[in-house]
């Protein structure tokens, strides 16, 4: 199963008005491995034509990516006012 | 005079139990939860083993919202092509019922309300920013810049523990504190479950395996849990090792997990119901934090208290255990002095006399010896050579098991120097 597949099962209320991740740009530029495009269960972080692209709205809030990423770039906050994924399992 | 004598950060099992326990002690204590409802941001393999709940809620295997109870315990590991495995089904299990297959999502709603109804005052949909401290001493939450004032904090936000990091409590994780947890919930019927893994009414079975087949570095164990009328299937990555193969995605592996001959028939045709990914705390002892101080405790997986040994994966008992300990730290400061860093110390004396720190003491570089080459490459490869000179009759003269074992390791990809010597340590740390 494609994960896109896998990630439209999830019910997300996505906030629009505030990222709970944000990722700097110069950094993610310059940096060697892209480690965050292979450890991101949800595939937020992508590169295309080399440079990379970061969504915050599939996000199943692991904090995977910020020790994932050894150059500083990333920015984690707790989502707020219940926004972001909601499990009906868990 | 604070607003409330006690508040906790986080409504999962470690932070509901410490509500608990202080409410029905008749604190006045308030449960600040992100997820709304409760439960609903929280993920784990599934397991819960032990009955540390009892002393919160006596009559939770009756009650509470598990899916089955352990009647069968696997351990595999898994080649290309085979899973050589050992199963552990017992009546022993219908006496002591060791574990609960249970769905946080369902659990944790059910344990907020719990805390709830014995008198917490509960707040959900409400993100802490970081705890609040003046003079040195934790004087409450900060939330959007107000402050909510306690005599006493416990943090217990889970495994991605934000606020214990953001104000300062515990450092950022790294590579060594964590794994990356990835799984699916597929659902098959009740009969289905039943007619696969061999259980009758409310028995399941819990899986746990090693990924030897998985290409270069990456290192990954897999697991699945029966719960009623749905498996819990996922797989826990090494962020170490994933990070030295840099070219495998975390969310590939549990597919090839869920593809592996062995697994692939026993979730056929099951419809995926949800995909979750989570980290797994795996630092142990080392990278526990200061549990305590002026005012606040850190409690669950935000103190980095988890068990993994390979062989079995445990937290929710950890957090419900340490949840408790808090709590009574906290009654009896309240009772004495009142709240201090003094006073608090009580916590980590409460844990050092129990399992969680024992636990942790006892199995310390457990991580160095479920992690690496010979648990992940070598046994498997060995293992699957023995059991081919055992069972796969090629016409041949037969070979004793001993020039098989011989062969097994030479077969196992790591000098023979290097296994004996990993063998040895892997057993002592075990």
Known sequence: MKLEDRLALLNYKIDRTYAHITVKPDICETCP??????????????????????????????????????????????SKGAHGVKYKYG | MSEFDAIVVGGGPAGSSAAMRLASAGHNVLLVEKADPPGSKNVSGGVLWGNDLEAVIPDWQKTAPVERYVKAKGVGFLTKESNIGLEFRSGLFDKNRAGHM?????????????????GAMVATGVTVDRVAFDKGKAIGVEQDGDIITSDCVILAEGANPRVAIDSG????????????????????????VNERFNLRDKEGFAGEYVLGFLPDQVEA???????????SAGVVISMKHLRENDRTYSFDIIEQFLEHPAIAP??????????????????GIERVPKLYGNGYMIAGDAAGFSFSNGLVLQG??????????????????????????????????????????????????IDEVTWGRLPHRAMPN?????????????GVPKKHLYQLMTEALGESGIRTSEAVLEGYRMLRRM
């Open chain 1, 33 to 78: 491995d892209h480690f965050c495009t292979f450890s991101c269960p949800a595939k937020c972080y992508t590169l295309i034509d080399g440079k990379l692209n970061f969504k915050y709205e599939d996000c199943v809030e692991c904090g995977t990516c910020i020790v994932a990423c050894a150059h500083g770039s990333v920015s984690w906050t707790n």
């Open chain 2, 102 to 118: 249970v769905l946080r999502a369902k659990l944790d709603q059910w344990l907020v309300k719990k805390a709830k109804d014995m």
């Open chain 2, 169 to 192: 409590l515990r450092e950022p994780l790294n590579d060594k504190d964590v794994a990356i947890g990835v799984k699916e919930v597929i659902k098959l019927s009740e009969k289905t």
């Open chain 2, 221 to 231: 164990g897999g697991f699945l849990y029966t719960n009623k009328d749905t498996i």
């Open chain 2, 266 to 283: 026993l979730v056929d045709g099951g419809s995926v119901e949800e995909y979750s990914a989570h980290m797994v705390q795996e630092g």
């Open chain 2, 316 to 365: 929710m008992n950890y957090a419900i255990a340490s949840g408790i300990a808090a709590a009574d730290t906290f009654i009896e400061a309240k009772k004495g002095s009142g709240v201090s860093e003094e006073s608090l110390a009580g916590y980590r004396k409460r844990l050092l006399d129990s399992y969680v720190l024992k636990d942790l003491y006892n199995f310390r570089g």
């Open chain 2, 382 to 394: 060995a293992l699957e050579h023995i059991m081919k000179g055992l069972f796969i009759e090629q």
